[in-house]
């Protein structure tokens, strides 16, 4: 049979085209290389989900090869399997969507006019979005309502916050800083045939139980009738000059199958997109489908900035505000976004955002960060048990996350390493990875406002980390979408400037990633590109 | 340090390390890997008065579990028992006699010594995290038995429990 569209991948970027096209009636496959997992096999076991990273592939069977450019131009190589290192992040029906945080925040004004409003910058290759915040924002509000965003003047009113807020929002005051309540994509009421929050004290890196959180899977794909097909690897995709005709897939027994479709979506994930075009060369396409420009995996982009955190102690409360802040399961929620665009040294930058929130509660984690004394010497024994009981007891660490601008620059891109195939004998992804140091200047210049609030709170141990570290799971571009055929892969409804029925639609398609996690961006993207492919189908 | 977010960062653990493969020698006679090792955690584990007794938190077992576990690297595995190997090494260097023939003080010098190398550290390190999974981890592992390291620590597990173990 021949369906109407086939989309391979199942996160953020696929699920809103499979929920608007199957719901308008079209006859909608998805193929997902993960397992399909539902609510009831979420489940907080830490040694499963942290430790043993149950969400990713064994890396011996799939993993990534790193090329890391240090400053003097040198390479360094690591192959996953041996380092450890990896992109993998939510490999299951509905992606990473299922791990998340949910931290939503739209991009701004500026966002998609980066190169027009802050000019160029050197070594870096800035380009605007073909579209502006006004023809996005009407998606961004279709996320509120049908994905669900709870906070402050969203859909949803916000979820229940920690007392320990108080006492941020007066430091913020003190301190000048506009302190807001943070958007989250959590159910905080029953609604949209899902659950509330139970507050469980486990979000991020874990999957959601009661479907509150708004995952690909629970708010879209599992409300509509599109085909999902789980643990289908696509390992090529067959074109002739103008349209692709096939999609070839592994399913869990390695037996190879193929998809005939009249429109192929491609949303796997940044670096599996884009793996995925330049493994399908043809006659048609030497270089990779959509690739005669060259760019497919160019311009790979990660979020800026990092991490900070501090301790607050239990001798700086009452016995009555300590009880308060060590109350488990109440979110944190609170953003900074005043140095969002700043001026210093007389010039105007762009800037970010700041996200706090509580330490993970994962308590193996907690507990091992405590092995080491004050010298870093490791410590053993009763005197180990005794920092450790003291410390966890005693104590709260609150955290922020700055989100700043990664620039794209021509030593970021995605590749193919042909010297390491995975488990189905494809060559696997190259990750080439190289910060721009302008990029860690935004991001130590954001976490030096946090840690004036940190400092206000009283907190101790504050302790800062901000390099050019790329985070796994913020991740996009190497397809970027643009005017120019020839500096970019997709046209502004993102399909394939080479093909007519390409489209990708995850995170890839940024030529920038604004200064905000990505998850509400992909999303309304997705939504705005399935009202097009409604039009045109 | 302890900086750990939903934003998940390059990890480089000792497990990245190539481990090597050294000979057994007759010290191994007398000593199997298991009991090294099963000492070495009982030592590294401590005694504190509240803290749960290192019977509740079952970790020979567990330890067992990890070097058969379907999501623990080959590499990792060895390098836990090469470990094993190297202590000995030392507690013959030191006292000329395996780490369990050793007394309680001399295992404790034994330990101080290798956490001077680079290799002791590492290993000290991997095996306290073994140990911590085991007092802290879901008692559907066998481990963390009537919940006492989570209540030494008056932490709230997080629900649902896991229905099953990931082994």
């Known amino acids: 049979m021949k369906y109407d569209v086939c989309i391979v991948g199942s996160g953020a970027g696929a699920s ?29 076991d830490e040694l499963a989900v942290s430790r043993r990273d149950k969400f990713i592939p064994l890396l011996k069977d799939e993993q990534h090869v790193i090329n890391s450019r240090e400053e003097d131009g040198t390479i360094d190589r690591y192959e996953g399997a041996k380092s450890g290192w990896n992109f993998w992040n939510g490999s299951m029906v509905g992606g990473s969507s299922n791990l998340m945080s949910g931290y939503f925040h739209k991009m701004q004004k500026n966002d998609f006019a980066l190169k027009s409003v802050y000019g160029e910058i050197e070594g870096a290759n800035v380009e605007d979005w073909p579209i502006s915040l006004d023809d996005l924002d009407p998606y961004y509000e279709k996320v509120k309502r049908v994905v669900g965003v709870s906070g402050d003047g969203m859909e949803y009113r916000a979820l229940e916050v920690n007392g320990a807020t108080k006492w941020f929002d007066e430091s913020c005051k003190e301190l000048g800083y506009k302190s807001f309540n943070t958007p989250r994509a959590i159910l905080s009421t029953p609604t949209l045939g899902r659950n509330s929050c139970s507050y469980s004290n486990f979000c991020g890196s874990y999957g959601c139980a009661t479907g509150a959180k708004g995952s690909a899977r629970a708010a879209l794909l599992q409300k509509c009738d599109a085909k999902i097909i789980s643990e289908a690897f696509v390992y090529k995709l067959d074109s002739d000059e103008t349209e692709i005709t096939k999609a070839h897939y592994y399913d869990k027994d390695m037996k190879s199958h193929s998809i005939d479709a009249k429109i192929f979506i491609v949303a796997a994930q940044a670096v599996e997109s884009s793996r995925l075009l330049l493994n399908s060369k043809n006659e048609h396409f030497p270089n990779g489908l959509a690739n005669n420009s060259g760019q497919v995996g160019k311009n790979l982009i990660f979020s800026g900035g990092g991490v900070g955190t501090g301790r607050l102690n239990k001798d700086n409360f009452s016995e009555d505000e300590f009880k308060e802040l060590m109350t488990p399961g109440l979110f944190f929620n609170r953003s900074l976004q005043d140095w969002y665009e700043y001026e210093k040294g007389g010039k105007k930058y762009k800037g970010g955002t700041i996200d706090f929130l509580f330490e993970h509660s994962n308590i193996i984690s907690r507990a091992s960060r405590e092995f080491y004394d004050e010298n870093g010497n490791i410590m053993w024994g009763d005197k180990l048990q005794k920092k450790i009981h003291n410390t966890l007891t005693t104590s709260r660490v609150l955290t922020f996350e700055v989100f700043n601008d990664w620039l794209p620059t021509d030593h970021t891109f995605v590749s193919i390493d042909d010297k390491v195939k995975d488990k189905y004998g494809v060559a696997v992804g190259a990750i080439n990875l190289y910060g721009h140091k302008r990029d860690v200047e935004v991001g130590e210049h954001l976490a030096s406002k946090a840690e004036k609030v940190l400092e206000k709170m009283g907190a101790t141990e504050i302790s800062i980390e901000i390099s050019s570290s790329p985070p796994p799971n913020l991740v996009a571009g190497g397809c970027r979408f643009g005017v120019d055929a020839k500096s970019s892969v997709l046209n502004k409804n993102c399909k394939a400037h080479e093909l007519d029925n390409l489209y990708v639609t995850d995170a890839s398609f940024m030529p920038t990633g604004g200064s905000v996690p990505y998850t509400w961006t992909i999303y309304a993207n997705s939504f705005r590109v399935a009202e097009h492919l409604i039009r045109i189908v | 340090m302890f900086l750990k977010t939903r934003r ?5 653990t000792a497990f990245s390390s190539t481990a090597l493969v050294l000979p057994h020698t007759e010290l191994f006679a ?3 890997i298991l009991d090294t090792l099963s000492l070495a955690q009982r030592d590294l584990y401590g005694d504190l008065e509240n803290a749960p007794s290192f019977k509740e938190i079952n970790s020979r077992a567990y330890l067992s579990l990890i070097l058969t576990h379907s999501r623990v690297d080959e590499d990792s595995k060895k390098y836990i028992k090469n470990g094993a190997i190297w202590l000995n090494e030392e507690a013959m260097q030191l006292y000329t006699k395996p780490y369990i023939k050793l007394s309680s003080s001399e295992r404790q010098k034994t330990l101080e010594s290798i956490a001077t190398y680079t290799w002791g550290e590492n290993w000290i390190d991997t095996m306290l995290r073994f140990i911590y999974e085991a007092v802290l981890g879901d008692t559907i592992y066998g481990v963390n038995k009537n919940e006492s390291g989570w209540s030494w620590l008056n932490h709230l597990s997080g629900l649902p429990r896991p229905k099953e173990a990931l082994l």
């Open chain 2, 30 to 32: 007398s000593a199997s």
């Open chain 1, 16 to 44: 809103p085209i499979a929920y608007e096209l199957s719901n308008a009636g079209f006859n909608v496959v998805v193929l997902e290389k993960g397992k399909y997992y539902k609510e009831e096999d979420f489940s907080k």
């Open chain 2, 8 to 12: 998940i960062f390059l990890k480089k």
